[in-house]
T-cell receptor, first 114, second 111 residues
Framework: KAGVTQTPRYLIKTRGQQVTLSCSPI?????VSWYQQTPGQGLQFLFE???????NKGNFPGRFSGRQFSNSRSEMNVSTLELGDSALYLC?????????????FGPGTRLLVL | GESVGLHLPTLSVQEGDNSIINCAYS??????FIWYKQESGKGPQFIID?????DKRQGQRVTVLLNKTVKHLSLQIAATQPGDSAVYFC??????????FGPGTSLSVIP
């Protein structure tokens, strides 16, 4: 079974631009979560999608948004990029995203904002 | 965003020794805990998990201990190998099913 895939793997943008990242979950997994990882703040939860609906949301500004498609693939978008948005963005999938269920992570997209 | 701490503790161990990585979790209502390993350039990889109704669980060369009284979790790695060098994260799952990660511990294995 193929693992979680994320595209692109690396991205360089400038302040004020917007960016869209993509995540394909493991086949059959319907829950997709997004995380931001930085050296200073560690791994922080952005949001979770299940059946095309946002089910959980972390404490990030509205510039961060996402969506999920009917095939469970997910995208996240960051608008009006700031220098502080430079980070590794990780996507994780699980079957249902509830209870005692393991999440499987992709390799991440490394975003650099100049 | 939600996070626990900013400082990344480091642990250096000799190859063949046992490693113990500790984690303090934040929410007394959390009922599911997970340890992840993250190697450089990769996403976190699941190692072992434990439910709140247990205090110990063993896997292959790894053991997780849970002390709910003091909200403490530990990961023990037996006979540590160079391939175990990585950052290790504990994570807790809250009643709203959000996963909150600890700050991580960097494990360095000395050959």
């Amino acid at each position: 079974k193929a693992g979680v895939t994320q595209t692109p793997r690396y991205l360089i943008k400038t302040r004020g631009q917007q960016v869209t990242l993509s995540c394909s979950p493991i086949s059959g997994h319907r829950s997709v979560s997004w995380y931001q990882q930085t050296p200073g703040q560690g791994l922080q939860f952005l949001f979770e999608y299940f059946s095309e609906t946002q089910r959980n949301k972390g404490n990030f500004p509205g510039r961060f948004s996402g969506r999920q498609f009917s095939n469970s693939r997910s995208e996240m978008n960051v608008s009006t990029l700031e220098l502080g948005d430079s980070a590794l963005y990780l996507c994780a999938s699980s079957l249902l995203g509830q209870g005692k269920e393991t999440q499987y992570f992709g390799p991440g997209t490394r975003l650099l904002v100049l | 965003g939600e996070s626990v701490g900013l400082h990344l503790p480091t642990l250096s161990v000799q190859e063949g020794d046992n490693s113990i990585i500790n984690c303090a979790y934040s929410n007394s209502a959390s009922d599911y805990f997970i340890w992840y390993k993250q190697e450089s350039g990769k996403g976190p990889q699941f190692i072992i998990d434990i439910r709140s109704n247990m205090d110990k669980r063993q896997g292959q060369r790894v053991t997780v201990l849970l002390n709910k009284t003091v909200k403490h979790l530990s990961l023990q790695i037996a006979a540590t190998q160079p391939g175990d060098s990585a950052v290790y994260f504990c994570a807790e799952k809250t009643s709203y099913d959000k996963v909150i990660f600890g700050p991580g511990t960097s494990l360095s294995v000395i050959p």
